[in-house]
């Protein structure tokens, strides 16, 4: 158990449909990431937040977008879901200072039919 | 960050050692290594990570080569749980992690009764 929640655990949508995917990080950890793993990759970064900004992204198009709260939860917000957008995804909360060392959420198995 | 080659596969019979290897060869000097791992259908478990200094703790040890090209993740008593994906990820970690972590397609790790 990494102390990091995620809700809900599977969601399913139609195309063009918004979702918002919900994290709670680890007491102490200030810093979240936000990654999509489609079936039988590894998981792809998406964005990470810090003191409520963005603060890096990977290769995602504008309709992901993404919220830190001041008890640094966070929300990803998904736009006009395409099909591709299938997929698990994950959360994972650290310390600003040893960001690479990442405790993970169990994700959220989002369909899109 | 640097590049990795990990096997595709590899098996272990139960309480041996499991020494799974990871080539990272244009490595930088200040690019740490770090591994993780997924069991399958739950997020991703931080292992362990170095950068120049064989590195223990009660999960694994990692050994890295002198010249930092490659490394070797091992378990020293494989149990069955240690089943699932191992991801050898090297990171700069600048930025403050700015720029996630770079999952390639990991060694699948089966251990055998």
Not at chain 2, 12 to 36: D, K, Q
Request: aromatic share 10%; with cysteine.
């Amino acid at each position: 158990e990494t102390g990091v929640t995620q809700s809900p655990t599977h969601l399913i949508k139609t195309r063009g449909q918004q979702v918002t995917l919900r994290c709670s990080s680890q007491s102490g950890h200030n810093t979240v990431s936000w990654y999509q793993q489609a079936l039988g990759q590894g998981p792809q970064f998406i964005f990470q937040y810090y003191r409520e900004e963005e603060n890096g992204r990977g290769n995602f198009p504008p309709r992901f977008s993404g919220l830190q709260f001041p008890n640094y939860s966070s929300e990803l917000n998904v736009n006009a879901l395409e099909l591709d957008d299938s997929a698990l995804y994950l959360c994972a909360s650290s310390r600003r200072e040893y960001a690479d060392t990442q405790y993970f959420g169990p994700g959220t198995r989002l369909t899109v039919l | 960050d640097a590049k990795t080659t990990q096997p595709t596969s590899m098996d272990c019979a139960e309480g041996r050692a499991a020494n799974l290897p990871c080539n990272h060869s244009t490595i930088s000097g200040n690019e740490y290594v770090y591994w993780y791992r997924q069991i399958h259908s739950q997020g991703p478990q931080y292992i362990i990570h170095g950068l120049k200094n064989n590195e223990t703790n009660e999960m694994a040890s990692l050994i890295i080569t002198e010249d930092r090209k490659s490394s070797t993740l091992i378990l020293p008593h494989a149990t069955l749980r240690d089943t699932a994906v191992y991801y050898c990820i090297v990171t700069s970690g600048k930025g403050g992690g700015a720029d996630g972590l770079t999952f390639g397609k990991g060694t699948h790790l089966i251990i055998q009764p």
